[in-house]
């Protein structure tokens, strides 16, 4: 027993590399369907998207880069299928410079070939990306057409017809950001107080913690916080949409609840190995210690 | 199920690529490297030309320069921005650098006071007339402010009481590092996921015909 302690404190770090990767990859050939629970600041999310009226208009804020995008392309997915099957009208945007708007691009995509019946310019509009996030956002607060000219194919905004009324973001009822930077938070800090929209932030794991401050003050009405918000978010929607159930259990395509199957593994892996770790380490102090007595 | 397309290829081979440095240092990571690092620049250049300059600045100006000729100022500034690559005149460019660092303190600073200090005094600070579950937190937060704080006041040596309320503020430090590594550790392994998905769901099944 003691020489397997010694090896473990003594292990290649490089073995834990290949325990981590099979970790993941198992549930990914083999998932497992665990269950999600969910959690009070996604519902928050969900119930305020929810109550919102058919025809309001949200705004669907790209702030993240394919560095984030497997936890927050699922959040964004999600609230833009909410969106689409409550009649919500959507404007998308990209505030994000390395690959922000690629990202906004392959979730409509992705979301006007599940529902071909979402119309450009009518239910949905891509404004692009537009460079320096904090002047653009003040420059919205006052007027969208000032940022953001045309759409993302070059069409003028006073052309489309879902932009007819909303002049800025005193008429959309909603900001979403998925973020991966500071750009979230200046939705928070910078253009709630200026034109007092509701925000709600889908930020990745790694920021989340910080996010708790603004949802305690109430200048957020929701989180979906990492991929695990995303994947509570999933659950909520196949509980409200049946549709989207069979759609979330059938599709081959990555979604965030089966993203879970591999966090929950491998932490439960983590934890062992944190356990086993410290067992081995602390056996060694105290054999040290006796061997200096 | 189609073989995957040549990008999906290309797109593997650099996911392994980055992945060897788990087991060394290689020139297959290093070309990942600095591909990655050279695409991500000429894709910046590209996106701010035909997302920002070309439909805010050079279009408007071109079409309806009437209209527009106010946009000069903005475009001049930019291009002075340029000018320290020339060394007779470089200081030119710091009036344009002026400009765009002053706007963005004026920014920032009410961004600062009405996003983040105000909003978060107001609800840190709750009356204590009544007693309910809100205002027990809202005093744990007061408690876990103060004695961060005063963890970092180093401006004079701390008695037996200051160092005991130091103490308890290491312990809300310690809390909070916890819950960040926590959900750093998640954040991390969600990347991974993504990356191993796209190996598997769309490069190794489908180039096996699964």
Redesign the interface.
């Known amino acids: 027993m003691a020489g397997l302690f010694e090896r473990i404190v003594n292990l290649d770090r490089?073995w834990i590399?290949l325990i981590?990767?099979l970790s993941?990859?198992t549930p990914?050939?083999i998932p497992i369907g665990l269950p999600v629970t969910t959690t009070g600041p996604t519902r928050a999310a969900f119930e305020f998207i929810e109550a919102l009226h058919e025809g309001d208009v949200v705004l669907i804020s790209f702030d993240y880069g394919p560095?984030?995008?497997?936890?927050n392309d699922p959040m964004a997915e999600a609230v833009m299928r909410q969106c689409a099957l409550k009649k919500l009208r959507f404007i998308v945007c990209a505030l994000y410079?390395?690959?922000g708007?690629g990202l906004a691009n392959n979730v409509v995509a992705k979301i006007t070939g599940e529902l071909p019946n979402l119309r450009d310019g009518v239910d949905y509009v891509n404004l692009?990306?537009?460079?320096?996030p904090?002047?653009v956002m003040?420059r919205m607060g006052d007027d969208i057409a000032g940022?953001?000219?045309?759409d993302?194919h070059?069409k003028p905004i006073s052309e489309i017809p879902l932009m007819k009324g909303v002049h800025d973001l005193r008429q959309v009822k909603l900001v979403f950001t998925a973020a991966t930077s500071l750009i979230g938070e200046?939705w928070?800090?910078?253009v709630?107080?200026q034109v007092g929209i509701p925000v709600i932030i889908g930020p990745?794991?790694?920021s989340?913690?910080k996010y708790y401050?603004y949802l305690?003050?109430?200048?957020l009405v929701g989180m979906v916080?990492?991929?695990?918000g995303a994947a509570e978010y999933e659950s909520l929607l196949r509980a409200r949409y049946p549709q989207l159930a069979t759609f979330y259990t059938t599709t081959?395509?990555?979604t965030a609840t089966?993203?879970m199957d591999?966090?929950t593994v491998?932490?439960t892996v983590?934890l062992l190995l944190l356990v086993l770790g410290n067992v081995a380490y602390l056996r060694q102090r105290r054999a040290s210690a006796k061997a200096r007595a | 199920m189609h073989p995957p397309e040549i990008g999906v290829w290309i797109a593997a081979f650099l996911t392994i690529a980055c992945l060897t440095f788990l087991y060394k240092d290689n020139p297959f990571f290093r070309f990942a490297e600095s591909l990655f690092a050279g695409v991500s620049l000429g894709y910046y250049v590209g996106i701010v030309l035909n997302q920002t300059l070309l439909p805010n600045l050079i279009a408007p100006m071109r079409e309806h320069f009437g209209q527009n000729w106010d946009l000069v100022v903005p475009g001049l500034l930019g291009v002075l921005l340029y000018m320290r690559y020339a060394p007779k005149i470089g200081w030119v460019s710091r009036y344009a650098l002026a400009i765009y660092v002053t706007y963005y303190i004026g920014l920032d600073f009410t961004r600062r006071i009405h996003g983040e200090v105000l909003p978060q005094l107001a609800r840190a600070i709750q009356p204590l007339s009544s007693f309910d579950r809100a205002t027990f937190f809202s005093l744990v937060y007061v408690l876990g402010v103060f004695s961060v704080l005063v963890y970092f006041f180093f401006s004079k040596e701390q008695g037996p009481i200051t160092r005991r309320i130091s103490r308890l503020g290491i312990w809300f430090l310690m809390i909070s590092f916890g819950a960040a590594f926590g959900f750093t550790v998640m954040g991390r392994v969600a990347l991974l996921i993504g990356r191993l998905n796209f190996l598997i769901l769309d490069w190794i099944y489908p180039t096996l015909g699964i």
């Not at chain 1, 940022?147 to 045309?150: D, I």
């Not at chain 1, 305690?216 to 200048?219: H, L, M, T």
């Not at chain 1, 916080?225 to 695990?228: A, E, F, I």
Request: charge should be positive; avoid cysteine.
């Open positions: 490089r590399f981590v990767l993941v990859a990914i050939v560095s984030s995008a497997p936890e410079p390395l690959g708007l692009g990306y537009k460079d320096g904090a002047a003040r940022a953001f000219p045309t993302v070059g200046w928070i800090t910078q709630h107080p990745t794991a790694v989340a913690p401050a305690n003050s109430g200048q916080g990492g991929m695990k081959r395509a990555f089966k993203g591999g966090q491998l932490h983590i």
